[in-house]
């Protein structure tokens, strides 16, 4: 399952080629008669930059997780939310606690690719988001969790922009993408009702929150978890992409 509501905007990317600017210092076209191969260059960079998720099937998902049990070990149930940095997106769910949430923890959700790392997250081609997932006390009754639930749902909405397709902030392409992975039916229930709840909030907008079911859960490298607490951040400053060198 793959749920998009999207705002339907569109974006224009601004590409200028290596070759381009030598152009400029030669005063003059300069390509030694390789005119004819640039085209397929720029048609690499935009295909690049445009890179999107794979549509994962609910016969994927199956795939990919059969005999996982969702990457839930102690059986506790959880949700994980997608939106932008996970560094910023756990300190957002962190502020504001949680009766029942019993632990915060950044990882990667939704690609094709086992044992991702960051740097091929980073890469746009894992097909991966950068994910914070949500897990809930095990002793917590239907009516707590639920609750929890709710309470978790509006804290993710209220720290990202749920109508921004291509990002969060500084942060954009596919891996920061707004999603929810819901693992049981009664969180997909809740989930559509706080995106129909949000969408009536800004005026019947569409939203471009992705709503999926979860699929295994990757945890991310150490140095990414609690990061706002080891180091503090400024959530609109971009991760920056040659980080993922050092923790692959």
Same mark, same amino acid.
């Given at each position: ?90 300190? +957002? !769910? *962190?502020?504001? %606690?949680? @009766? ?11 690609? /094709?690719? #086992? ?75 809740? +989930? !559509? *009702?706080?995106? %129909?709840? @949000? ?11 992705? /709503?999926? #079911? ?35």
């Amino acid at each position: 399952m793959n749920r998009l509501i999207t705002s339907g905007s569109s974006s224009t990317t601004r590409l200028r080629s290596k070759g381009s600017e030598q152009e400029a210092e030669n005063g003059g076209s300069g390509d030694g008669g390789r005119g004819w191969f640039r085209p397929l260059i720029w048609a690499a960079f935009v295909a690049e930059t445009l890179h999107g998720e794979p549509d994962l099937s609910p016969a994927v998902n199956e795939i990919l997780t059969e005999g996982t049990g969702l990457d839930d070990p102690e059986g506790k149930g959880f949700i994980a939310f997608a939106g932008g940095c996970f560094w910023c997106l756990q300190r +957002a !769910l *962190d502020e504001v %606690e949680v @009766e029942g949430v019993v632990n915060t923890e950044c990882g990667y959700m939704g690609g /094709l690719l #086992r044992n991702p790392t960051y740097g091929k997250v980073q890469s746009r081609k894992s097909g991966h988001v950068e994910v914070v997932r949500v897990t809930f006390d095990k002793s917590l009754t239907e009516e707590e969790l639920q609750e929890a639930t709710k309470i978790s749902m509006r804290s993710f909405l209220d720290a990202i922009d749920p109508t921004d397709d291509r990002g969060q902030e500084a942060n954009r392409g596919p891996q920061y993408r707004p999603a929810i992975f819901f693992s049981t039916a009664s969180q997909e229930r809740a +989930a !559509l *009702d706080a995106l %129909e709840k @949000e969408s009536l909030r800004r005026g019947n907008r569409k939203l471009a929150v992705r /709503l999926r #079911r979860a699929t295994t859960f990757w945890v991310a490298e150490e140095f990414h978890q609690d990061y706002y607490k080891k180091n503090g951040l400024d959530p609109n400053v971009e991760t920056p992409y040659w980080m993922g060198a050092f923790l692959d």
